[in-house]
């Protein structure tokens, strides 16, 4: 019977490897996927604007992080082919370029951190009520 421990040393070490590697190359999907089924969890558990705000938050990084990876270039070049025909129009590239590589991200990203930090303003603000620090 082969087990992992029968191996060779050299295939123990690149299955490490690829495992190692393929950890290090995704490490902030995993986070945020993580991020995302903690959330889900909690909402699920205890359901509130708050958990609805984090989850929210944290899917739209994991889809800002995908985006960047695999969507933003093969989109700008769709766009771009499929508007720029015949005659080239290069303000139109370059405009197509920067709002779907640059602005589009920033705002996926932007949109998380807002959804999260209105998470942390709901819980703050209920903890103040609590207290009667704010009437």
Known sequence: ??????MPADLKQNIFYT???IILHNFLAI???IGIVVSLGMAFYK?????LFIFIGFILFLFAFEYNKHIAEPLTE???NSLITEVPRYKLQSFISKFLIRIVPALLY???AVSIGLAGFIHTRRDLHK???IP
């Open 131 to 133: 207290n009667r620090i």
């Open 47 to 51: 359901p509130s604007r708050k958990t």
């Open 19 to 21: 495992i190692y590697f």
């Open 31 to 33: 986070i945020f996927a």
């Open 110 to 112: 932007i949109g998380g």
């Open 1 to 6: 019977m082969n087990t992992l421990f029968d």
């Open 78 to 80: 769709q766009t771009v």
